[in-house]
């Protein structure tokens, strides 16, 4: 963890001939003290402000989603409603309860093609990593221009190949073209190089071990945090993935939950009543991912999702 | 214990270990990137003929067309609109989300500021928040019956703008996005702050420099790569808006269906069935997503250099 650490590593060594006193003094020009230790104002309340705005969609559909249909639009925005019990119950019987499917689909397509983006990153990252081989660096080249290529231009003819394969409106057609993650792939070989000295790798030959007993049992406890990071990374993309299914899929059974919301507000602009439903079903779409964040965040660092690796 | 000679006891193993670690990376990489993009490419410049009446098989055919699919993608008036709108977008989104993200970063990064857990954790939160998602809670925010803002205006007996279009929409859109990507873009800034060398910051300080200044003059020119790398993808993903609008859509009369070059993209192939057309926007926006960071890019490090030099 680096999250809270530094403040105290920050901390300038009192310079020599100032008295403890002149801490709390105002720094005046050429004046060497210690940095002041008040809290800065006018800094925090922008901070906080900012949080706040960042909180707010998310406090409102708390609120919102304890509303009855006629509450929704005529009691004052945060005003909690007495329909949560019912919104609940109405979300779950809609259609048998096609919103859990969504859910239960969501979590498979996020949960499976994470963790096998998180095999191949991984594969990938270890070898960029660990090996020096003919292709190497244009191997890793042409990855990362994968990671500029927009996905509309790949979306289209996926569908298309997709449909050739036979293969649309399956959960293969949105599972297969996310496994292989650029990203994940460049975050794989930066946490490969950090994490893993090329003395142990060698030391493993030494003793008589095969590639493939030093991936497993030396480079992938050293690469924990790394994979996990990879794992959340990628779980979060398919999770919030939208395009994708909304192009392979026709049929709404096999839906992950962004679609399945799409189509259900979309619905609501003829039949109003659906909108609580909308509103019930965005909440339970987003704790999921927010509780992960929560839970995790105490042994895991948010600085590892942009490739730190110092620490 | 002594140490072999490098590549003395390098076998077979070695040499061919790292192919087969990246097979799947390979496999994967050939069937779900480079095969579509040729494929795009490929329809790009065809076209459907069609003989006599284009009834039974064989009647309709795949055609050379050559840059043909091109010129109408760029003549086109619909593409032509949401190009437009979409960069009045981007030009709205990625100052004011990139600007957020280095001032939370430098706040998060400064000792006299408090709350600063709690508040990394809030600002990063609407990444874990699907852009379908954020568009449907926005979206309701800005209805009048449902609104904050509106109920207040109402109160203040002030006119209330329909969020939702002509130009408001603009700011309702980007809204969406600035709250969606400050957070993700504010890490990496601030892992990058975390990176530098403190002992600069301290003889900063000891020669009298402000927070401010320190923050203006040397840990922003320092944080500069990152800056760029986070501008590099915000362009991108900005140019390529289409799940907020789409989203928007059925809440509204503002939003038309090809509101975004994405959308229009979506519209042609799915809608309109034609799929050789729609490559062809979609190459020719990949191909301007391409130009208009690498321009910047340029512009960008020709300042920094500048910056250095003074």
Redesign the interface.
């Given at each position: 963890m680096?999250?809270?650490a530094?403040?105290a590593?920050?901390k300038?060594p009192p310079?020599a001939g100032t008295t403890p006193g002149t801490a709390q003094a105002p720094?005046?020009?050429?004046?060497?003290g210690p940095?002041?230790?008040?809290?800065?104002l006018l800094?925090?309340a922008?901070?906080?402000l900012?949080?706040?705005?960042?909180?707010?969609?998310?406090a409102?559909?708390v609120v919102?989603a304890t509303k009855a249909d006629d509450e929704?639009?005529?009691t004052?925005?945060?005003l909690p409603g007495t329909g949560l019990a019912d919104n609940l119950g109405e979300l779950t019987a809609y259609r048998d309860g096609i919103y859990w499917k969504w859910m239960g689909n969501s979590v498979l397509y996020a949960g499976l093609g994470a963790l096998l983006s998180t095999?191949?990153?991984a594969?990938?990252g270890?070898?960029?990593a660990?090996?020096r081989?003919r292709g190497?660096e244009l191997?890793f080249n042409?990855?990362l221009t994968?990671v500029?290529?927009?996905?509309?231009?790949?979306?289209?003819?996926?569908y298309?190949?997709m449909a050739e394969a036979d293969l649309t409106d399956s959960y293969l057609s949105v599972l297969?073209?996310l496994?292989?993650s650029p990203y994940g792939?460049y975050l794989g070989r930066i946490y490969a190089e950090a994490a893993i000295p090329a003395e142990l790798v060698?030391a493993g030959?030494?003793d008589g071990a095969?590639?493939?007993r030093i991936?497993t049992r030396i480079a992938v406890p050293m690469l924990g945090p790394g994979l996990v990071t990879i794992f959340l990374f990628q779980f979060?993309a398919i999770?919030?993935?939208?395009?994708l299914p909304f192009?392979m899929l026709g049929d709404d059974e096999k839906f992950p939950?962004?679609?399945g919301?799409?189509t259900l507000?979309?619905q609501?602009?003829s039949q109003p009543a659906l909108?609580t439903l909308?509103?019930t079903g965005?909440l339970l779409?987003?704790l999921p991912?927010?509780a992960?964040?929560?839970v995790i965040?105490r042994f895991w660092s948010?600085?590892l999702?942009?490739?730190?690796v110092?620490s | 214990?002594t140490?072999?000679p490098k590549g003395a006891?390098r076998s077979y193993?070695?040499?061919t270990?790292?192919?087969?670690?990246?097979l799947?990376?390979?496999l994967?990489?050939l069937?779900?990137?480079a095969?579509?993009?040729g494929?795009?490419l490929w329809?790009s410049v065809h076209k459907v003929e069609i003989k006599g009446l284009g009834l039974g098989k064989g009647a309709k055919s795949e055609v050379w067309a050559g840059l043909e699919n091109y010129g109408s993608a760029l003549a086109d008036p619909e593409f032509l609109g949401s190009a437009l709108r979409v960069l009045g977008y981007g030009a709205l989104v990625v100052p004011v989300m990139l600007g957020?993200a280095l001032?939370?970063a430098l706040?998060?990064d400064?000792?006299?500021?408090?709350?600063?857990?709690?508040?990394?954790?809030?600002?990063?939160?609407?990444?874990?928040?699907?852009?379908?998602?954020?568009a449907?809670?926005?979206g309701?925010?800005y209805?009048p019956?449902?609104?904050?803002f509106h109920?207040l205006l109402e109160k203040a007996g002030l006119p209330q703008p329909d969020l939702m279009d002509g130009g408001p929409l603009y700011l309702a859109m980007s809204n969406i996005a600035v709250?969606g990507g400050?957070?993700?873009n504010m890490?990496?800034i601030?892992?990058?702050l975390?990176?530098l060398p403190?002992e600069v910051?301290?003889a900063a300080?000891?020669d009298?420099c402000?927070?401010l200044q320190i923050a203006l003059r040397i840990k922003i020119p320092m944080v500069m790569p990152?800056l760029v790398l986070t501008f590099f993808f915000s362009i991108?993903a900005t140019?390529?808006v289409?799940?907020e609008p789409?989203?928007l859509k059925?809440?509204t009369n503002g939003i038309p269906s090809t509101w975004s070059?994405?959308m229009k993209?979506?519209n042609d192939?799915?809608t309109g069935g034609n799929?050789y057309a729609?490559?062809a926007t979609?190459?020719v926006?990949?191909l301007a997503?391409?130009a208009l960071?690498f321009a910047l890019l340029r512009i960008s490090n020709r300042r920094t250099t500048q910056g250095a030099g003074r």
């Open positions: 680096t999250g809270h530094t403040p590593l920050r300038a310079a720094p005046a020009p050429g004046t060497a940095a002041p230790r008040r809290t800065a800094p925090t922008a901070l906080i900012g949080a706040l705005y960042c909180l707010l969609p998310v409102w559909v919102a929704l639009f005529s004052f925005t945060f095999v191949v990153s594969f990938a270890y070898a960029l660990v090996y081989f190497r191997f042409v990855m994968g500029l290529m927009p996905p509309v231009i790949l979306a289209i003819p996926q298309l190949l297969l073209p496994i292989l792939v060698e030959r030494v095969g590639e493939w991936f979060v999770w919030n993935n939208f395009l192009i939950m962004t679609v919301l799409f507000l979309k609501g602009a909108y909308v509103i965005a779409a987003v991912l927010i992960l964040f929560l965040q948010l600085d999702l942009s490739g730190a110092k | 214990m140490q072999p006891r193993g070695v040499k270990a790292p192919y087969g670690f990246l799947p990376a390979a994967l990489f069937l779900f990137f095969l579509p993009i494929y795009a329809l957020l001032l939370f706040l998060l400064s000792e006299r500021v408090r709350g600063r857990s709690f508040a990394r954790l809030a600002i990063f939160l609407p990444y874990a928040v699907p852009g379908v998602i954020a449907v809670l926005w309701f925010l209805l019956d449902v609104s904050p109920f709250w400050t957070g993700f890490i990496v601030y892992t990058s975390r990176a403190t910051f301290e300080k000891l009298g402000s927070e990152s991108i140019l390529q289409f799940n789409m989203t059925p809440l070059p994405l993209v979506y192939a799915f799929i729609a490559s979609a190459v926006l990949a997503t391409f960071s």
